[in-house]
């Protein structure tokens, strides 16, 4: 009976083959954009508040966490400010801190951010466990007392710098060819991608960031003018940020009570993924709406399965009559039709695929080129199998009315062929 | 044993005035195995109504009907189905094949309510009405003969103990008409299965030994009795 059932559906579907493939579409359009919304939701959760970032927290200027989070973990925001070098230094000295890396701010290169940092970045910083920063071949990383830059794969792919370049900073964050710094840094080498934001960054040493033309340091508190050839008082210098990394998460806590508490200098945003996740909660609602929507385009695929089969059911009606004439149960051609709605659901679902991956490729580029952040549409999520499996059984559930007109069908009147 | 065994069948419709007019009023017939007879019966005689009654798909107001001992009103209408797929193969006049099945599909199809589904014997069947190389034509591209010949041999298909034909050459010229008889009854006496066949066609008729005339053994026929 089953192996009937299974010719009755595979044969429905190919007399139909037009309204099959336009309700297959639906489908597969509801089912595709549940999976993304689903996976790019918990994929973008993950990478800004529980992946790894390779720190632990961040020292900046008196303001806010999240604020100093966007600005040096993920390049996006404004700096709050300055700190004192002397900051740096006395974390960089604490025992209880495996690592601390300065980052000042405040210059682009064609709109990718400029960062003036240490070779610690490279040398020691881990931006996943056991992976430390590669460079193409035929570059190198910077030397610190040159002015040289190496440049994150992004950046250099969008910009088409390639070693050997020179390049000139320009000032502010968003690009403007009118504030090009007259200071030329050659590019001696370019990122291997991370898949992190540090790929849209075009990283030179620090004190390069202290002398760009134009730049006044106050980390004395009074303002101070860098010149060619003299040496930079400690006492000048000033950072937008130290990226830390603790040995003992304790040591977290511990500053947290110290810096945001107690002090009124400095702001501690730790740890970073809390930081974040707290963004995410104030925008929850947009997931919200995004569920919604794509729950309503489930609703409106299950209404075409429903609407596409019921329509075919008076046409069918001899068909029906035929089969009952021949042995079948009012049971096997109502299980026919459900199965009929639910293999329309579950193909469509195979095809959501297709559309779950055009969509979280594009977002993906869309993501990246914004963040840096990758998505991976291979990415396993609950969602890639819930929705198929969710999707058939609706479909199944939308095809019990017209089952039921089917299962209804007269015999004796329905076997004459209609005049 | 009788294969079909029918006493005091009745069967009435009620009409578009609201009277029931009673069309089937059998009060005994039988068929034995392997026998075969034909029925005589104008248009309106009630011979359409007397098969559905016996295949099952029609339920009588009153009387029984047995198929080779077994009562069809004691049955539920899942057994009446079980009964119709594993023991009745109908030949209908308008053959009654579905349309987008292949003629192998259309008697696989058959086979697959009843008693499970063989290719190997279904393919035999066709090669044996004569349709060997038509097997994956669809009705539609078979001539009225050929569809015919796919109507009787799904009608075979689960070895059937009793085959009803319903005016089986209604649609054939007088050279296919007789053709198309002695393949249904060739291949019945094959199987050893009973044959009822109803017809108005003289023709046909003349080439039975046993003809019975539905008025006969149809109380209700001519004129039709109005109850109150």
Redesign the interface.
Known sequence: MISGIFLIVRRSLRQHALSTCVTLFAVALASGLVMSVFSIQRQTNEAFTGGELGFDAVLGARGSQLQLVLNTVFHLETSPGNIPWGMYQALKSDRRIALAIPYATGDNYMGFRVVGTTSDLFEQFEYRTGKKFEVENGGRFFDSSRREAVIGSFAAARTGVKPGDVINPYHGLAYNEDSKHAEEYTVVGILKPSNTPSDRVVFIPIEGIFRMGGHVLRGSGQNYLPEAGVAIADEHKEVSAVMLKFKNPKTGFDLDMTINKQGKVATLAYPIGRVMADLFDKLGWISRVLELVAYLVVAVASAAILASIYNTINERRREFAILRALGARRATVFSAIVSEAAAIAALGSMLGFVVYAVILGAASVIVRAQTGVVLDVWSLHPALYITPIGMTVVGALAGVLPAYKAYATDVATNLTPAS | MAVLEVVDLKKGFVSPDGERTRIVDVPRFVMNEAEQIALQGSSGSGKTTFL?LI?G??QPDSGSISISGQELASLS??GR??I???SIG?V?Q?F??????TAL?NV???M???RG?DPVYAKALLERVGLKDRMNYRPRQLSVGQQQRVAVA?ALA?HPKLVLADEPTGNLDYQHAGAALELIREVCREQNAALLLVTHDRDILNRFDHVQNLADINKAIAPPVVEP
């Open positions: 559905n295949a798909i029609l209408e899942a189905d079980r119709r797929a594993q109908y209908f308008t009654n094949l579905l349309q987008g099945y599909e696989l199809l058959g697959m309510f009843g589904a799904r689960n």
